[in-house]
């Protein structure tokens, strides 16, 4: 996912001159943990299981065994620890990754642009989209396989499990509007203490099962091949479920920097995921009717209800995690111009990063609840689990391979080994995956298709909404030479007019000036320009020029990872001719009535969705937190 909402942490290590040392590294490291790893964590609890008990299982025999652990451990350390920790963390948009960062530094920036870069943008568009059907399955599979352990402890709970799950995951979404302050912090040290179960599960049963550890060979994973077949292939597709979450390592970097991520991949994360598998394969060795769950059937009778609960803290983690990062993702969205305005609360006054979006939110616990009701179980659910995932990395492994000849200017034949190679690990587990889409596989390719028809929807729609204005837009030169020729009553104060094209007059002060026969002493033409960066300097915040006759163009430039505050930022302009003090300073918008018509630009039904989502979009006197009642609308009729 894209980076979330982390809670309480130190200043973001990414945008520290030095490297963090001692117990500032430590202590990133911790809450890397929570933050990071909560996915790939939690991946256990169904991973090997489905293997071996799935609707794609293979039989429980020493070949199947050995072949699965070989190549669960070769996929984490090829896929995660040499892909994303050696290569694709390295590619940060100013201490920024995810997939949406690295997008922008591909995204072309004018029309003449190739058609491969304009290709490269809708990868990325579409693997954000597809992070919100991982946002959707991940709570629901994790919390649903935890709750699960309860059924290994007693069948009393048989009957329970899909309301303890539903329970659960309402109180997860309802406490989102609260804040993450309190619980972030044992995010870090819960985790802790998850990866050392994990590690102690799997050790005391490799103690009793010690050829298990041969699995390191590859011969292993070369013999399960040659044993199943296309059979094998098939579980390919399930073993996938041992590196979900390796996206959210790319995305963390803006919050932990790369060496915290990497410290705790190293020294915790992998030895116990290692382990923890290795130690379900001698169970699976010794007994093969653990295949059912042989992760709780590691654990000892008298810790299961310990273990459910420890497991069940740690899905939930995994799932904030989650949760938080479709949030920031659909901040960086609307900011890019992809999505509408929505409602975005700051649940800290301390951390700019915790967000909270209403709409969101909602939206996802409703298919959450929906997910566990209609596949009810982890192993149903496993089905839908991993087609979106591995799009997404296929994506992120070209736009890798495009971002290090454009930006880093490797010889194109470097770059190109660097793709082949990861996309045949890549395109291997996709399309093991694609197996499952009639499955489930399909549910998060329609809801990433959903999103990505609005977001091209929205962008396209303001594209062609501006190129509207801009048709019925006066020149400032025109103007200017108008007010000059008949000089309007000048009142006193200051008029700011939002318009989002820079180069011309805006609308709004044109319907003004033609009702009220008056223009203040100081006119302000602003613009809002998000640019292809996470984070804008204060000094390359604001751009004023002068036009004449007491009127300015402002341009006020914000990173994708920012919200803007419009008065905020006008309170640091203090110049000798110009300044906005609170009291005299008035904003005028223009609100513009949307009709689809059949002129060229978008099909009829699509201009007619953008008109609805602009119509609900949140306004822009609550986005620019300007003050309400300071603020005059303008409304006008644009025909698309």
Known sequence: MQPPSTPELPEKAAHHGSTPRGKYLASLSLLALGIVYGDIGTSPLYALRECFHGDHRVPVTDINVFGVLSLIFWSLIIIISIKYLVFVLRADNRGEGGIIALMSLVRPHDANASRWRKLFVLMGLFGAALLYGDGIITPAISVLSAVEGLSVATPVFDGYVLPITIVILVTLFWFQKKGTGAV???????????????????????????????????????????????KGMVVLGTVFLAVTGAEALYADIGHFGILPIRLSWFALVLPSLVMNYFGQGALLLRDPLTAENP??????????????????????????????????????????????????????????????????????????????????????????????????????????????????????????????????????????????????????????????????????????????????????????????????????????????????????LLHSLKHYKVLHDTVVFLSVMTEEVPHVSSEERTEITPLGQGIFRLVVRYGFMEDPDIPEVLATIKTDELAFPPADTSYFLGRETLIATKRPGMAIWRERLFAWMNRNARSALLFFRLPANRVVELGAQIEL
Not at 355 to 368: D, E, Q, S, T
Not at 431 to 444: E, T
Not at 483 to 497: L, S
């Open 184 to 230: 972030g912090k044992i995010f870090g040290p819960v985790t802790l203490i998850w990866f050392l179960v994990l590690a102690a599960l799997g050790v005391s049963q490799i103690i009793q099962e010690p050829r298990v550890l041969s699995a390191v060979f590859p011969s292993h994973a070369i013999r399960f091949f040659a044993e199943n077949g296309s």
């Open 295 to 508: 992760f709780f059937r590691m654990a000892p009778t008298w810790s299961l209800f310990p273990l459910v609960a420890i497991a069940t803290a740690a899905t939930v983690i995994a799932s904030q995690a989650v949760i938080s990062g479709a949030f920031s993702l659909t901040r960086q969205a609307i900011q890019l111009g992809y999505l509408p305005r929505l409602e975005i609360d700051h649940t800290s006054a301390r951390q700019i990063g915790q967000i909270y979006i209403p709409a969101v939110n909602w939206a996802l616990m409703l298919a959450c609840i929906g997910l566990v009701l209609a596949f009810r179980s982890s192993s149903k659910l496993a089905s839908a689990y991993g087609v979106a995932v591995t799009t997404d990395m296929v994506f992120t492994t070209i736009l890798f391979g495009a971002f290090t000849v454009l930006r880093w200017r490797w010889k194109l034949w470097w770059a190109l080994i660097f793709v082949v190679v990861s996309l045949t690990m890549d395109l291997s587990f996709w399309g093991a995956n694609l197996i499952k889409v009639p499955d489930g596989g399909w549910f998060p390719l329609v809801v990433a298709a959903i999103v990505f028809m609005l977001m091209t929807t929205w962008h396209r729609g303001r594209k062609i909404l501006s190129e509207r204005l801009r048709e019925e837009s006066l020149p400032p030169e025109l103007f200017l030479m108008s007010i000059e020729r008949k000089v309007p009553h000048r009142v006193p104060g200051v008029a700011v007019f939002l318009y989002r094209n820079p180069e011309g007059t805006p609308s709004a």
